[in-house]
T-cell receptor, first 112, second 113 residues
Framework: DAKTTQPTSMDCAEGRAANLPCNHS???????VYWYRQIHSQGPQYIIH?????ETNEMASLIITEDRKSSTLILPHATLRDTAVYYC?????????????WGLGTSLAVNP | DADVTQTPRNRITKTGKRIMLECSQT?????MYWYRQDPGLGLRLIYY???????NKGEISDGYSVSRQAQAKFSLSLESAIPNQTALYFC????????????FGPGTRLLVL
């Protein structure tokens, strides 16, 4: 599985868009990009995933570059409750060797 | 009601004691996982199970054992607890066809004295 690189921390003003980058330059053609978040020691929460097309759901948007070597998670109108650690994970959606490799993520602080 | 529950939520035990952490799910998922998280570190996989008859070791299985009693239940045991097993433990589930969309329980905070 490809390795991901994320900034250690970011700040965002409440009500503004939060754009969280992730580099995955060694990603393979069949590897998906997943995003999870963890709010203060709670269980991680799935946010969104994608292969090569941009994706949007009720929580966020995922923008994947054309070469798929990086992606950005967008929280369109960040609230204080979005303060959390955000994890970007690259994983094949096939095969039985199912191990998500969790990095340290990006600690996002949404400020009033 | 929560889809993935863990008991106990907090536990203090002494070195050498045997303890069990339990996980139950009502999502009907086939796959279940146990992770641990240490301060400042990401989650590390301990064991995972794809169905009732399947058990697989993860990255850090030494000192742990698991039991998949039913599709909905997956227990983690520390046969003889040691202080460096002090951590936050999470159970997770995923569906066979769900890729890596995993659903996590609230966690068990374990302190080994």
């Amino acid at each position: 599985d490809a390795k991901t690189t994320q900034p250690t921390s970011m700040d965002c003003a409440e009500g503004r868009a939060a754009n969280l980058p992730c580099n995955h330059s060694t990603i393979s053609g069949n590897e998906y990009v997943y995003w999870y978040r963890q709010i203060h020691s709670q269980g991680p929460q799935y946010i969104i995933h994608g292969l090569k097309n941009n994706e949007t759901n009720e929580m966020a948007s995922l923008i994947i570059t054309e070469d798929r070597k990086s992606s950005t998670l967008i929280l369109p109108h960040a609230t204080l409750r979005d303060t959390a650690v955000y994890y970007c994970i690259v994983r094949r959606n096939a095969g039985n060797n199912r191990k998500l490799i969790w990095g340290l993520g990006t600690s996002l602080a949404v400020n009033p | 009601d929560a889809d993935v529950t863990q008991t106990p939520r907090n536990r203090i035990t002494k070195t050498g004691k045997r303890i069990m952490l339990e996980c139950s799910q009502t999502k009907g998922h086939d796959r279940m996982y146990w992770y641990r998280q240490d301060p400042g570190l990401g989650l590390r996989l301990i064991y995972y199970s794809f169905d009732v008859k399947d058990i697989n070791k993860g990255e850090i299985s030494d000192g742990y054992s698991v039991s998949r009693q039913a599709q909905a239940k997956f227990s983690l045991s520390l046969e003889s607890a040691i202080p460096n097993q002090t951590a936050l433990y999470f159970c997770a589930t995923s569906a066979l066809a769900g890729g890596e969309t995993q659903y996590f329980g609230p966690g068990t905070r374990l302190l080994v004295l």
